[in-house]
């Protein structure tokens, strides 16, 4: 979940290499060797992927100048735009294996977290080792995190209650179909409301704030057909790099499985390459004093991971269940209750307390905060990769 532009066309360099890659990988499938394929598979998607993003940030970014959003609005919308290629690579993750995707997406929010607290080391400082952190994210995005914490800690504590108790429609056996569509109906409104409030309380404040570096130079909004065209090609894109990297996730967890590893192990991996794409963004607007937008993107692959990716995937789940692409349970469940789902959900609880309290409390992250959350995300994931 990236937010936030780069400039140049290195872009377009991602794309073409990437889907050349992809191409040759699909050419050459049972001449070469599995790992040589697989390893071909995962650059090639992840450039497309990684590609694609950067046009539909490209697109927003457009609409954003035309529209007047200040910073860390634009990056936050960019940053929703984003997440249209990685849900492409997530439905084809959950088409393979479905309970793979379901973990992948919730570690999302592990590695985005432990990505959050580290580039809060990062910040500009005043002299009492305080970084100030924009509005919005203070007013708006804590809210979130408090109602993630909220929503995990409920449909966790639910999961683990179900199985335990083998109660509910399908004896706790997993989720139905209807379940996972009023889950991801509510945390989708969620959402909804967040975004507008966004935009109409803070897209038009003044963006200066303590947090930003100099102000970037004046530059001539993109046509309606160039921000048009962005989107398309985004959204085209992501769909040949999503069914890439959905085939190397498949080749890994299968691979991973047979060597003797847990499935978590390969659920993270894939959840670093979900969020490789909002690291290189945050890396990037950091690199040239676009704090706000950078800001805007890490926290963003927190709180859309819950109220956009999460929400999209279980009515994917239930979608894909419905339809006959994924087996249903014995008992007509969809998605599996067991220690690896249940955890995931669980152990996001404290991560989302963390922030919340982090950032809530004066609007600025201090060291031991900063501290705080880089170990509590760290031992989290340390914890699922060893025992999950």
Request: hydrophobic share 55%.
């Amino acid at each position: 979940m990236a937010g936030g532009g780069g400039e140049g066309n290195s872009w377009i360099g991602m794309l073409v290499g990437g889907g050349v890659l992809v191409g040759a990988a699909m050419g050459l499938h049972g001449s070469i060797p599995g790992w040589l394929h697989a390893s071909i598979l995962a650059i090639g998607g992840l450039a497309v992927v990684f590609g694609s993003c950067e046009a539909m940030i490209k697109s927003v970014e457009g609409i954003g100048d035309r529209l007047g959003w200040n910073p860390f609005v634009a990056g936050t919308m960019a940053g929703l735009a984003s997440n249209i290629p990685e849900l492409v690579m997530l439905g084809f993750v959950v088409a393979a294996a479905p309970r793979i995707g379901f973990i992948v997406t919730c570690l999302t929010l592990h590695v985005g977290a432990f990505a959050f607290g580290i580039y809060s080391a990062m910040l500009p400082r005043d002299e009492t080792g305080h970084a100030r952190l924009p509005e919005p994210l203070v007013k708006i995005s804590t809210d979130l995190y408090a109602a993630a914490a909220g929503v995990f800690l409920c449909a966790g504590l639910m999961m683990f209650m179900l199985n335990t108790f083998n109660a509910g429609e399908h004896a706790g056996e997993g989720l139905g179909v209807t379940d996972l569509y009023v889950l991801g109906a509510v945390l989708l409104m969620i959402e909804f409301v967040a975004v507008r409030r966004l935009i109409t309380r803070f897209s038009s404040e003044d963006s200066k704030t303590e947090t930003e570096g100099d102000a970037a130079p004046q530059k001539k909004s993109a046509s309606m057909g160039a921000i048009a065209l962005y989107g398309l090609v985004g959204i085209g894109a992501s769909v040949v790099g999503g069914h890439a990297v959905g085939d190397f996730a498949d080749i890994l967890v299968e691979a991973l499985n047979e060597a003797g590893y847990s499935e978590m192990v390969g659920a993270i991996l894939l959840s670093v390459f979900a969020a490789a794409g909002a690291f290189a963004m945050i890396i990037a607007a950091h690199r040239k004093g676009m704090y706000d937008i950078a800001l805007a993107s890490a926290s963003g692959g927190i709180s859309q991971v819950p109220f956009v990716v999460l929400p999209v995937t279980m009515i994917m789940l239930a979608a894909f269940g419905q339809m006959g692409v994924i087996p249903m349970l014995p008992r007509g469940g969809v998605l599996p209750i067991d220690l690896e789902t249940t955890s995931v959900m669980l152990l996001a609880f404290p991560t989302m307390l963390i922030l919340w309290k982090a950032v809530q409390d004066d609007g600025k992250v201090n060291w031991v905060e900063t501290a705080s959350m880089v170990g509590v995300f760290g031992i989290t994931i340390y914890f699922l990769a060893k025992h999950g």
